[in-house]
């Protein structure tokens, strides 16, 4: 497999990344660090880390999930209410049964079997890929800026002080953390653009410009967010311009990592929390520290689009009060 402990950190944050969507996603409990031979991973790894457009359009990969998610929604039926856990898959199966309620008087299906599955397996690709990324370029520029380590690692131990169960509302309150979530997204942007078509003639606003039905819509998200117009010294990594304070200096719609309205990120919150309570965890017991094979600056693999760090080396230490 060419995704292995070879590869540095994104192996043990994509293991993590594996596990959380699996058990979200489907309800399937993983161990992707301990047994990275599991068919349902190596059907996953090989074809997302080599090729982003290779996985959506490979009919035998499609196939293994469905039949997995097939499998699955079978199992389910013969579970009773309380015992059906609330995942992603089963929050698309309630959607997914008739509608009662239709305008028509007819009983309509939210959602086909077939939309539930497509829906669950993009939840799984998209979120694993970019959690796992996300991940690794913060761990490496944390290395590399050991004062915002130790600055965040100083607001994890006065708010959490220690707690080893960690709740949402304690993460909330990390607003350092937040910022510096914000700040590596913009600066290492995992969707380096985002394409919408309309699915009708559209005019913007009050103005005469009209968007002409099927019309691809490429935003550069990654030069937006590098453009000194809109983020002074965008080569510069600095989570304060993200703190509360600042927020106000940054133009609407000019960081975009999410997408923006109706058509925005489905995981956008899952995934921010996913990666905060991963932070938080390997912050309360290790620092990152540069090795001997670490860069200054990460590089990318080409992943139709997406942006993948190679290989990404780093050394770690013990906390000081573990």
Same mark, same amino acid.
């Given at each position: 497999?060419?995704?292995?402990?070879?590869?540095?950190?994104?192996?043990?944050?994509?293991?993590?990344?594996?596990?959380?969507?699996?058990?979200?996603?489907?309800?399937? /409990?993983?161990?992707?660090? #301990?047994?990275?031979? $599991?068919?349902?991973?190596?059907?996953?790894?090989?074809?997302?880390?080599?090729?982003?457009?290779?996985?959506?359009? $490979?009919?035998?990969?499609?196939?293994?999930?469905?039949?997995?998610?097939?499998?699955?929604?079978?199992?389910? #039926?013969?579970?009773?209410?309380?015992?059906?856990? #609330?995942?992603?898959?089963?929050?698309?199966?309630?959607?997914?049964?008739?509608?009662?309620?239709? #305008? $028509?008087?007819?009983?309509?299906?939210?959602?086909?079997?077939?939309?539930?599955?497509?829906?669950?397996?993009?939840?799984?690709?998209?979120?694993?890929?970019?959690?796992?990324?996300?991940?690794?370029?913060?761990?490496? /520029?944390?290395?590399?800026?050991?004062?915002? /380590?130790?600055?965040? =690692?100083? !607001?994890?131990?006065?708010?959490?002080?220690?707690?080893?169960?960690?709740?949402?509302?304690?993460?909330?309150?990390?607003?350092?953390?937040?910022?510096?979530?914000?700040?590596?997204?913009?600066?290492?942007?995992?969707?380096?653009?985002?394409?919408?078509?309309?699915?009708?003639?559209?005019?913007?606003?009050?103005?005469?410009?009209?968007?002409?039905?099927?019309?691809? +819509? *490429?935003?550069? +998200?990654?030069?937006?967010?590098?453009?000194? /117009?809109?983020?002074?010294? %965008?080569?510069?990594?600095?989570? !304060?311009?993200?703190?509360?304070?600042?927020?106000?200096? =940054?133009?609407?719609?000019? *960081?975009? %990592?999410?997408?923006?309205?109706?058509? $925005?990120?489905?995981?956008?919150?899952?995934?921010?929390?996913?990666?905060?309570?991963?932070?938080?965890?390997?912050?309360?017991?290790?620092?990152?520290? %540069?090795?001997?094979?670490?860069?200054?600056?990460?590089?990318?693999?080409?992943?139709?689009?997406?942006?993948?760090?190679?290989?990404?080396?780093?050394? =770690?230490?013990?906390?000081?009060?573990?």
């Amino acid at each position: 497999m060419p995704y292995s402990p070879n590869s540095g950190v994104i192996w043990y944050f994509g293991a993590y990344a594996m596990d959380v969507i699996a058990r979200c996603s489907f309800g399937i /409990q993983l161990d992707s660090r #301990k047994d990275p031979n $599991n068919p349902f991973l190596k059907a996953f790894y090989f074809l997302v880390w080599r090729s982003y457009f290779v996985y959506l359009f $490979n009919p035998s990969t499609s196939l293994f999930f469905k039949d997995v998610a097939m499998q699955i929604i079978n199992e389910r #039926k013969n579970l009773k209410e309380d015992q059906k856990p #609330k995942d992603f898959l089963q929050l698309l199966l309630e959607a997914e049964k008739e509608d009662s309620n239709s #305008k $028509n008087g007819k009983k309509n299906k939210l959602y086909k079997l077939d939309d539930v599955v497509s829906q669950c397996v993009m939840f799984f690709m998209v979120g694993y890929f970019t959690t796992a990324a996300t991940l690794s370029f913060l761990a490496h /520029q944390l290395a590399i800026k050991p004062k915002i /380590q130790e600055k965040l =690692i100083k !607001e994890i131990d006065e708010v959490l002080k220690g707690k080893e169960k960690i709740h949402i509302d304690d993460v909330t309150e990390l607003r350092y953390l937040d910022a510096v979530l914000q700040e590596i997204l913009r600066y290492y942007t995992p969707a380096a653009r985002l394409k919408r078509r309309p699915v009708e003639d559209y005019k913007l606003g009050d103005t005469w410009i009209i968007i002409p039905k099927s019309t691809l +819509i *490429n935003v550069p +998200i990654y030069a937006v967010n590098h453009d000194p /117009q809109y983020f002074p010294e %965008p080569d510069k990594f600095d989570p !304060e311009r993200f703190m509360p304070e600042n927020k106000n200096t =940054i133009l609407p719609f000019t *960081n975009l %990592p999410f997408g923006e309205g109706p058509r $925005n990120c489905i995981g956008k919150r899952f995934a921010s929390m996913e990666i905060k309570m991963a932070l938080v965890k390997v912050l309360q017991n290790i620092r990152f520290k %540069p090795g001997k094979n670490t860069k200054e600056k990460s590089e990318f693999f080409s992943c139709g689009g997406l942006h993948r760090p190679q290989n990404v080396f780093l050394n =770690i230490e013990p906390n000081h009060h573990n």
